[in-house]
């Protein structure tokens, strides 16, 4: 029991670190200043749900391009199915601000 203890402490303090470290790269700039707490509730749900997920889906869509990929290059559409499986799930996973959800399509 004591283990179990130790390692949820030890995966949540691992899965908040980057909240902690996370530096928007703006220094001086005001809006920077202006964090507000419903900003970080949206990010905390954002990095222990959203992300995982997408993760995932990462790995599923990448899955899905090789295995479609015979297919796709006998029509000639590589690139498409490249973009629409693998990209685009990627940028939405590693690419997007924690919390940000302006940019989703």
Do not use: H, Y
């Not at 203890?5 to 030890?10: E, F, G, K, P, T």
């Not at 470290?21 to 949206?42: H, L, P, R, W, Y």
């Not at 995982?52 to 899955?63: D, E, H, R, W």
């Not at 685009?88 to 919390?99: I, S, V």
Request: with cysteine; hydrophobic share 45%; charged share 20%.
């Amino acid at each position: 029991m004591n283990n179990t203890i130790r390692i949820a402490v030890l995966t949540a303090i691992a899965l908040a670190s980057p909240l902690a470290m996370a530096d928007s790269g703006t220094k001086g700039n005001s809006k920077s200043d202006d964090c507000s707490v419903e900003q970080a509730f949206i990010a905390i749900p954002d990095l222990l749900i959203v992300r995982p997920i997408s993760l995932a889906g990462c790995a599923v869509g990448f899955t899905a391009f090789v295995v479609s990929s015979p297919f796709t290059a006998m029509a000639e559409c590589v690139d498409e199915s490249w973009d629409t499986l693998v990209k685009t799930p990627a940028r939405f996973t590693f690419e997007r601000d924690l919390g940000d959800f302006d940019d989703v399509k």
